[in-house]
Each structure stands twice: as C-alpha cells, then as structure tokens.
C-alpha cells in the first residue's frame, strides 16, 4: 500500500526544517537585575553604615569624652585650690576622703596654696591622676593627686 504524497511538495520531513519552525526566545538584556543587584548593595551598605555610626558614636565621641573628662579633672582640681571655705574644699573631695576630714573635727581656718599649673593628666576609666604645682609661702611644690570618679563627677581622693 502506498500512500499518496501529501501536499504539492511531498511528505515533509519529521521536526523542524531549516530556517522554519522552532525559533529561540529572543534574549532578555540584564539591565533589571544589574538594577536589582545595584539597589540591594546599596541597601545592605546604607545598613552597615548605620550600624556601625549607632553603635561607634559612642567610640567617635570616646576621644571627646576623654577630652572631657580631662577637662573635668582639671575643674575638680582649680575648685579644690580656688576655695574659699573648707566647706567649700569638702564638695571637691570624694566620699572616702570627705568622711575623714569631716569626722576629724579640727576644723581650723582654710588657707589653700595657690595653683600654678596642673600637668601629666592621666585618666584611666574612673580614676585620673594629675600632677599640681601650687605656691604657699613663697615655696612652690609639685604634688601628685589622685581622682575618682562618682555618679559622673570626678573628685579629688588624694
């Protein structure tokens, strides 16, 4: 049995021919997902950068807290010698310090020496040494002084 040809051309032959038929999808360009790729950087960048300013202002203003609590030991120490009173002298004195002088009862007239400078501050967490130059009586001396840190406020212990 023979079958008759199909068509003017003949039976086709099975699956796609040459130039007809099955084409590829037309290629996409990438340019959404550079975009995407582009927007999620800058995302987790701007994320980071904000982690890191929240949580390193402390650090930044680690250098100006120093600054600070330099500047503060200073105060502590110019009130102390620019007192007028021993009363006055006591509110620049630490706890410990302010409980020995107040349970010694000679409590005689006030004359502090008078400040010449204060050098080699030198601040360790809670407590700061400083080194004082004061005049009385015409003699001037150098004295190291020890400071402490309470409830924020630094004050003399030695």
Aim: charged share 25%.
């Amino acid at each position: 049995m023979t079958y008759p040809p199909s068509g003017p051309y003949g039976q086709q032959p099975y699956g796609p021919s040459y130039g007809q038929g099955f084409h590829p999808a037309p290629r996409r360009r990438p340019t959404a997902l550079i975009v995407g790729a582009v927007i999620g950087v800058v995302l987790i960048v701007g994320a980071i950068i904000t982690v890191v300013l929240s949580t390193a202002g402390g650090d930044s203003a680690g250098d100006d807290s120093a600054g600070d609590d330099e500047a503060q030991v200073e105060q502590a120490l110019r009130g102390l010698f620019d007192a007028d009173s021993a009363d006055e002298a006591l509110s620049y004195l630490c706890t410990e310090l302010r409980e020995d002088i107040e349970s010694d009862s000679s409590n005689e007239e006030f004359d502090a020496p008078d400040l010449k400078s204060i050098d080699n501050v030198e601040i360790d967490g809670d407590t700061a040494s400083a080194d004082v130059i004061a005049e009385k009586d015409g003699e001037e001396r150098t004295t190291a002084h020890d400071l402490k840190k309470e409830d924020g406020e630094w004050l003399v212990c030695g």
